[in-house]
């Protein structure tokens, strides 16, 4: 099992930044990859954000440019950087980790969420 914590989000205007965290613990050994989703009122919760164990990172075109995603190994820390924020990065901001292995297939693991809410 892995449970994930996130935080940092918050109220910031238009143009702003946030940097969101989320620390993992438990079975971190059998993460392949972590990464952040976001669900807006209304909508399916959608991808954001990518890292893998290897340290690729991938990114929703939505976000390309204005979003980073990175991690502190040392922490079990992954961070995702917001700058240039639009309203239409309103959200609940969600961490997932997930393994993969032939037998279990794969496993998806969620935080709590964190809201981001932008004003225009």
């Known amino acids: 099992q892995v449970q994930l914590v996130e935080s940092g989000g918050g109220l910031v205007q238009a143009g702003g930044s946030l940097r969101l965290s989320c620390v993992a613990s438990g079975s971190i050994f059998s993460i392949n990859g972590m990464g952040w989703y976001r669900q807006s009122p209304g909508k399916q919760r959608e991808f954001v954000a990518i890292?893998?164990?290897?340290?690729?990172?991938n990114y929703a075109d939505s976000v390309k440019g204005r979003f980073t995603i990175s991690r502190d190994n040392a922490k079990n820390t992954v961070y995702l950087q917001m700058n240039s924020l639009k309203p239409e990065d309103t959200g609940v901001y969600y961490c997932?980790?997930?393994?993969?292995?032939?037998?279990?297939?794969?496993?998806?693991?969620w935080g709590q969420g964190t809201q981001v809410t932008v004003s225009s």
């Open positions: 890292i893998t164990r290897g340290g690729s990172t």
């Open positions: 997932n980790a997930f393994s993969r292995t032939v037998i279990t297939g794969t496993i998806d693991y």
